[in-house]
């Protein structure tokens, strides 16, 4: 199976005022990751706050990314299908597949959780194979699910019993078992950097691709990382890297998601609000934090997003 090289994005699901789905954002959304080189989008995982929408409204937001990135040429649309449901993961990924969807990705349950590594496998079994001609990969990110198997004990046990299993998002900073899994059968699984913060020593160990949030507003920081490792500039490559996790600390400590929204309007790309229990910046909290993120540098590397007339223009060429 190809590899996903490059960056790929974890896009915001944009949210009117009234609380619905906005889907005129996502042409936009889309518009700004192609000019800033990112290479595709996983859309509706945590950054797009699938746990807060309805399997419908999943749905209609991963058909608007297909529809969008297929008129905008050569962008992979990576469907994250993971419910706390094994019945709503086998038809959103069904209904990814008759989307369009070029990859498969889940979450594990989160809920009820998989009391060891056999549980789990048994449970993406029939999901994946809902989606047998496309790839398939696993979802790793113990700090939200709970879910904290070993990733290199998954990958053991896996044997034969999804054909098309591919690889790992990889979203925990267990390094050590990160360096195994790309080591592991001669490198035969694809794993993702899923971490935006420690995407350098990812790339030491052998990472080739990364999926991240915070591509999403400041992706020529990480461009230029990589272009600086590449290079074997390391003292730059560390600059960037530091530039990230001041970026991200501020967001985190202004309320994460919710803060990562008012980010995306502070570069021209209106997100709206996130849905409950979380809860929206105030104007005073989003000027406070504007402040602190021009003093991390973040304006220096923020992602240039076309208007949404030239975006309109670049669709139609």
Sequence with gaps: MERLTGLYAAPFTAFSPSGEINLDAVQLQFHGLKANGIRGAIVCGTTGESSSMTTAERMSVLEEWCRTGRAGGDFTIIAHVGHTSINDCIDLTKHAVETGAKVIAALPPYYFKPAKVDDLIDFFAPIAAAAASLPFYYYHMPSFTGVDFSVMRILEALGDRIPNFAGVKYTHENLNDMARCIDYDGGRYDILCGRDEILLPALSLGI?????????????????????FDRGDLETAR???????????????????????????????????????????????????????????????????????????ISEA
């Excluded at 080739?208 to 600086?228: D, F």
């Excluded at 990230?244 to 790309?269: D, H, P, T």
């Excluded at 973040?298 to 223009?313: E, K, R």
Aim: with cysteine; aromatic share 8%.
């Design 239 to 313: 600059k960037l890297q530091g530039v990230s996790r001041e970026v991200i600390a501020v967001m985190v400590k202004f309320g994460g998601i919710a803060a990562a929204k008012r980010i995306m309007k502070l570069i021209g790309v209106d997100c709206g609000h996130v849905r409950t229990p979380l809860s929206t910046l105030t104007d005073k909290r989003l000027a406070e934090m504007e402040q602190e993120l021009r003093t991390v540098g973040f304006y220096q590397y923020a992602s240039i997003v076309p208007s949404a007339a030239a975006a309109v223009h």
């Design 208 to 228: 080739g691709g990364a999926v991240g949030s915070t591509y999403n507003y400041i992706a020529p920081a990480y461009m230029s990382l990589i272009e600086a």
